[in-house]
C-alpha cells in the first residue's frame, strides 16, 4: 500500500516568493566577499596531499644501488599492462642479484592506481606528487629508468612543489 | 589386495605402494619435496609426514609402503592401514617441517627465477606459517657454479638430494655429493668433475625450490609472463616431449614433459638448448627469385606461377628431395607432386649417447626420419646416380634448414641443373643455388606429425607465429600441386591432408590431432604403408 | 534650432553614446568579475591591471575572427537582424534625463537628449522594435534551435510588455503627464516622494518585467543553452554574435536607466535642491542617477547568478495569471485612489 506522505505546505510568504528570493540573493552575495579559492595555476601550484597518486619514481639506496630487482610484480599487479621491465643480473655486489636492465613505464596508459607501489616488495617503485607532466608527443610520455631515477632525484624529499616556489619566490 | 583408508577414502591399492603414491593417485594432496617418481626414495624433507594409526610417530607417506596385516590385526574389522593426512597433528606439524626449511632461507622470492613453480612458495602459502621464530642470523653463502651451465644458490637450497640422485640414477655419472654435515652440509660438484654432462640442465628442473638454476635462463624473464606449450623436441629422433616457454615470438626455455613412452620426466642438453640456433636468424620470409645471380622478392603468385610454369612442362623430369626435419604431412605432399625419382640428402651421423638409467640420445639427429620413409615408399638410395642416369634437369627440395651442410657431389649435382625450387626458411648454402624460395616456417612454428625412431607418431604444434609472408609448408605444396594440376584435391586445413595421408598409407590411417593427444600414438602393430 | 542648439545636441548625442558603449564594456568586465566572485573564482584577472582590459581583447577577439554565414541562411535578413536589434537598444536612452538642467552660454541646457512628450510610448515602442531583431534573427537563421529561440522571444517579450505597460501606467497616473522629465520632477524631494515607496506592487512588476524584456535570467528562454544550443545567435559569429552581445547590455543600461527614472526619482538627489546649487547640484544630480544606474546593473548581474531559469509554461503562468492581473488591480486602486483625493 502507497504510503502518503503529508507534502509541504507553503506559507503565505513562500507562496509570494519574494522572501526565499532575497534569501537567495543573500546567498551569492555572500560569497561575493568571501575569500576565493582559485589557484592561479602556472603562478602557484597546488600542493597534493600526502598519499597522492601522480608520476611515478623508482627509489634508490643510500649507496646508489637502485631498489627495483626486477620481480616485475609491479607489471603482474598492473591493471592496464603499463609497465615494462627488462631483467638482468646485477652489476652491483652485494645480496641482490637482479635489477632491471629497462625499466619502462607508459604514462598514456597508465590510470595512476598505485596497485605497483602497493605490489612492490622493495618499496622501489612510488607514485609521487608530481601531477603537470604533460607533453606534446607520445613519445615524450614513455617514461624509461632513468627518467624515473631522475624523478627520485626530485621527489627526494617530498617537497617538489614547495621547493619550485619557494625558488620562485626568491628569484 | 590392501585396503587403505586415507582421511575418509577407502583405496585398495597393489601391495607395495607407498602410501604417497596412493593418495596422489586418488587425488588427496600430500606435500612433498624429496620424493620423485624417477629416483630413488629417500624420505629426507619430512614434508609428506602423515598419521598411520598404530604407529606411535608420524611416518614419511612417501617411504611407507601398504602391506597386508594379518587378519585379527586389521582396523575396524577390514582395512589393512589407516592414515590421516589432514588432521590437527598433522598440520601442525607440516608448519613445524616448513618452519625448519625456511631457517636460513632467504625469502628472496622477488629475485629468485623459480618464483611462481616453487614449491617451498606454494607449501608455505598452503600449509605454512605466516612468521617464523628464527631470530638469529640466517646463514649466508656466495652463489657456485656446479658446472658451466648450473648455478647454485645454497642459501635457497633445502637439501632434498634430488639433484644427488639424479646425477646417480639417472645420468649415472655422480657428479653431485652433500658436502660436509650439519648445518654446514651443501650441496658440491666434485673438483674434478664439474656437472658438464649432457643432462645436467635436468637438475634444475627437478631442483623444487630455486637453489639449481640454468644460466641460460637465469634473470631473464618471469614465469607468469610465459607461456607455455606442449610440443616435441625437434633436434634427435628420439622425439623427446617438451614445454615450450616462450613470450611474444621469442622462446625463453624448454623443460621436458613427462611421456613414459619416450622420455619419461627427462631430456638432453642438446634439445634443451637447441632453440637458440633459430633466434636472430636471417629469415627469408617473402617468396625470392634469382635473376642474374641475385634474388629479389616477388610475390606468392608469381613465384607459384613460375614453379608451376617450369615443373609443367611437357616431358620434365623432376626429382624431389624430401627432409627428416620436415612433417609427415609436409614430405607427403611432396611425395605426391613429384613422379621422379624421390630421395633425400645424406644422413648426418652423430654421436649415440645412452645413459644408465636408459635415457638415450639418438645418432640421428633429425627428428622425422622414420615418418619420412613412411609416407615417401619410393625414396632411392642412391639418388645422385639415378639422376645422372634419368638426366634430371629440374629438383624441389624441402631444405633441411640451417644445420644441413652440402658435399661437393651436391654442389655439383645442384650446379647443373636448369631449376630448383627450394621450400625453407633461411638462407642456407642449398637455398643459395636455388632459382625459386619458397619461404616456409622454421622449427618451433611447424605444424603436424612427426614420428620418432621407435615409431611413435607424435604431435608437433607450433610455439611461435610464422614471420612475415611465410606460409605452412603444406599450404606451399598445396599451391604447387593446383598450379599444375586445376583438377588436384583442395585441402582448407591439415587435418585434410593427415586423412588424405591416412588413406594412402594404411599405417596414418585415421590419424587425427585429438587421437594423438599429448602423448602420441604408436604405429607398431598398425598396417605398414 | 539654431546653430549653438545644433551642436549642444550632437555634443550630448556623442556624450550619451560614447557612456553608453562604454557601459557595456564595463559590464561585460563586471558581469564575469561579479559572477567568479560569487562562484569563489577570481575571474579574468590577465589582460591590464586586474584584468580590467578584457572587453577590450574579447572585443579584438570578436572582430578577428571569421564572420561565418551558413550557407541555407536568409541572408539579407541575417546581416539586418543584429543591426535591428541594437540600434533600437542604443536609441532608447535618448529620453531619459540623467541630470538636472545645466546653464552654459547663457542658456539652460536640460541633460537629456529629447525631451519627448510622449517619452514613454517611445521607449516603449523601441523596445518592441527590438524583439524583431530576435525573431528576425532566429527566423533567418534556418535552424530549428535559434527560431525556437526567436519564438520563445516574441512570446515572452507580449506577455511581460503587457504587465511592464500597465506598471507604468500607475506611474502615469501619479504623474498625470507621459513625459519622463515630468515623472521625474514629480519625485523631487525626499525619499518618500519616489514612486518606488508610493508604487511598491508597480515597482515588483517593472522590475520582474525589465528581466524578461531584456532576455535576461531568469527570463532567458529565448537563448537557454542546454536546450537550444544558443538560442536565436546560434548560427552567428564573429561581430554579428558581439552586437546581439553589445544589444543585451544596451537594454540591461536602458532599462536599468528606465526604472531609476520611473521609480527612484531619476536624477534626483533626496533631500536637496539641485536647482539652486547651480553647477554642483548638476554634478550631484548626474553621480546620483549613475550610482542609481550602476546598483540596478549590479542587481541585473546578481539576479543572473542567483537564480535559475524558468520553465516556459511557469514563465507564462507568471506573466498571464500573476502579473496581468495585479498590474490591473493596482491600476484600478491607484485610480480610485487619485478620484477619491480629487474629489475630496
Known sequence: MATIIKSYEPTFWDKIYIPALVKGLMVTLRHFFKRKITIQYPDEKHIPPEGYRGLHRLNKYPNDRIKCVACEMCSAACPVDCIHIVPGPSPWEGDKERY?????????????????????????????????????????LLIDKEGLLEVYELTKDRNFYSRVKSKESQS | MPLLKIDSLEIEVEKGTTVLQAAMVNGIEIPYYCYHPALEIVGSCRMCLVEVEGMPKLQVSCNTFVGEAPPERKIEGKYDMVVNTHNDLVIQE???????????????????????????????????????????????????????????????????????????????????????????????????????????????????????????????????????????????????????FYQKDKILRLTPRENHDVNGYFMCDIGRYGFHRFEDLDRITTPMARSNGSFSAVSWDEAIRKTADKLGDEGAKIAGIVSPFHTNETNFMLGQIINGPTGTLPQMNDEEIIYQSGFRISNDRSPNRRGMSDVCPALLEDLVSEIDNQDVRMIYVLDDGIDREIDDVWKKILAKMDFVVVQTYAMTTLAQSANIILPGPAPYEREGTITNDGGRVQWLRPSLPMKGESRADWEILMMVMKALDKDAQDFTDIGQVMKDMGEKFPAYDGLSFFRLGPHGMSLNGRANG | MDLLGFIIICVKVLVVFAATMFTVLALIYAERRISAFMQGRIGPNRVGPKGILQPIADGIKFLMKEDIIPASVDKPIFILAPAILLVPAMMTFAVIPFGSNITLFGREIPLQIADVNVGILYILALTSIGVYGIVLAGWSSNNKYSLLGGLRSAAQLISYELAMGLAVISIILLAGSLKLNDIVADQQGYFFSWNVVKQPVAFLIFLVATYAET???????????????????????????????????????????????????????????????????????????????????????????????FRYDQLMKLGWKVMLPIALINIFITAGYLSITALV
Open chain 1, 100 to 140: 632491471p636492465v629497462r625499466f619502462d613505464i607508459d604514462l598514456l596508459r597508465c590510470i595512476f592506481c598505485g596497485f605497483c607501489e602497493m605490489a612492490c616488495p622493495e618499496e622501489a617503485i612510488e607514485l609521487t606528487e608530481i601531477y603537470d607532466f604533460s607533453n606534446y608527443t607520445r613519445e615524450s
Open chain 2, 94 to 244: 607440516r608448519k613445524n617441517v616448513l618452519e625448519f626449511l625456511l631457517l636460513n632461507h632467504p625469502l628472496d622470492c622477488p629475485v629468485c627465477d623459480q618464483a611462481g613453480e616453487c614449491y617451498l612458495q606454494d607449501y608455505s602459502f598452503k600449509f605454512g606459517n605466516a612468521h617464523s621464530r628464527f631470530d638469529e642470523d640466517k646463514r649466508v653463502r656466495p652463489n657456485e657454479y656446479l658446472g658451466s651451465q648450473i648455478v647454485i644458490n645454497h642459501n635457497r637450497c633445502i637439501l632434498c638430494s634430488r639433484c644427488i640422485r639424479f646425477t646417480r640414477e639417472i645420468s649415472g655419472t655422480s657428479e653431485l655429493f652433500v658436502e660436509a654435515r650439519g648445518n654446514k652440509s651443501k650441496i658440491a660438484a666434485l673438483e674434478d668433475k664439474p656437472l658438464d654432462n649432457l643432462l645436467a640442465g635436468n637438475v634444475a628442473d627437478i631442483c623444487p625450490v630455486g637453489a639449481l638454476l640454468s644460466t641460460d635462463y637465469i634473470h631473464k624473464n618471469r614465469i607468469w609472463n610465459l607461456k607455455k606449450q606442449p610440443s616435441v623436441c625437434q633436434d634427435c629422433s628420439v622425439g623427446c616431449n617438451v614445454d615450450v
Open chain 3, 215 to 309: 532576455n535576461r535570467l531568469p527570463f532567458d528562454l529565448s537563448e537557454a543553452e542546454q536546450e537550444l544550443v544558443g538560442g536565436y545567435h546560434t548560427e552567428y559569429s564573429s561581430m554579428k554574435f558581439a552586437m546581439f552581445f553589445m544589444a543585451e547590455y544596451a537594454n540591461m543600461i536602458t532599462a536599468a536607466a528606465l526604472t531609476v527614472t520611473l521609480f527612484f526619482g531619476g536624477w534626483d538627489v533626496p533631500l536637496i535642491n539641485e536647482a539652486s546649487l547651480g553647477m554642483v547640484g548638476v554634478l550631484l544630480s548626474v553621480i546620483s542617477f549613475i550610482l542609481k544606474m550602476a546598483f540596478f546593473l549590479f542587481l541585473f548581474i546578481w539576479v543572473r547568478w542567483t537564480f535559475p531559469r
